[in-house]
């Protein structure tokens, strides 16, 4: 059974797969510009009204990033972690991927080199939703209780 939803963005080159609570934003184009910058703003911003909170961006078929790009990655970042939702970006092909780095933009992400990668991630870091205080058991050990 796959659980997951697939919407295409033809026009602009975009595409979104929902699965669960994350969404994908696959850009799907070699040169990523000030046009798909506009399209994938407005795709974040309606994703944070429908309260996804966990979201990818995948780079991985990019060849090149322009300026207005990565200025609404950077951008979108800070206002989506203002908004309690999680960012995770999917490296680029190499050449663009060096770019990242030198500007020093890859340190403001989370970057990992595929969409799986990315989604296990968000499963690595689940953490409870609100914990008990820590009680001690019978051997005197003191333990954490998490509740649900």
Known sequence: MNNQIIRGNIMHDISQI?????VTNRVNVLRATINEAS????LLEEQIVLEFSKIVIDLSQCTHLDSTFLGVLVVTQKELMANGVELKLVEPLDSTKVLLSLSGISKVFNTYETSDDALRSFMDNVEPKETVPEYENNDGNIEWAFGR
């Open 18 to 22: 929902y699965r669960g609570n994350v």
């Open 39 to 42: 399209v994938l703003r407005n």
